[in-house]
């Protein structure tokens, strides 16, 4: 993942913040347990799950990132962190019983989980990696309900205008394949894989954030949600084209922000 088109910005939204420790809060971790933050990125998640098992004999979190890139930024960011055993991986969910050798007591995949092409395999290796009765916790704001019936109109909009943009500016054109961040499951289809694999599922929320222009902008920088949305397009315009495309919309429609919904499940190995 090139530098210039990570998360990171994004991360630094307040509400992003808020969907993550509102997920942790949900899964009661314990001081000393041993944490895998699947996904990791820049290691954003990653500092908020050390702040929770720190402080305590064996405490560990194992942080997981298939971008090695991504996984360079996260030791950097998280350098000075002190109080548990912090460690890089770099790999996939779908190997991930053969990058944690010891049994987990908790696995988070935070905003990520819909990037996954193969999820029962995911599944099926997270109930590998954790001990018995340990946590399974993800969140997503990219399944079927994401966006709810007052902000469809907005999306609608914004992905227009920003083919127009695209089209007009740098002559380009989406490709026309799906790729597996529009692959969207249902929160139903979400809670019957995990039936499928062993687990209970203990909590589930769903959270709306309101989403700024600055945050949309912000989002637009992402590499994969660029690729998602504007699949084949080059990442420097395809941010371009998105960014333009959403302060056009927000005109458009007079908006402040729009509403997005995020999806939070916390289950255990049974």
Known sequence: ??????LDKFAQHPFYQEVNRRLIALAALRPGQLVVDLGAGTGTVTRLLVAEVASSPGAEVIAVEPSESALDMARRNLENIRGAV????HGRGEKLSLLVRRPADAVFFCNAIH?????AEA???????LRQGGTFSFNTSFYQGA???EAEQFYRRWMMRAMRVLKRRYD?????????ARVRLSEEEYLQLLRDHGFRVKEKEVVQVKMSLKALEDISEYSLWIEGVLPGVPLKEGSEALKEGAREAFADLGLTSSPRNWLLIVASKA
């Open 1 to 6: 993942m090139p530098e210039a088109f990570t």
């Open 86 to 89: 912090v460690s890089f991986v």
């Open 115 to 119: 990037l996954v092409r193969e999820k």
């Open 123 to 129: 599944m099926k290796e997270v109930a590998g990696t």
């Open 147 to 149: 966006e709810p019936p």
């Open 172 to 180: 380009l054109t989406p490709e026309r394949h799906k790729v597996e």
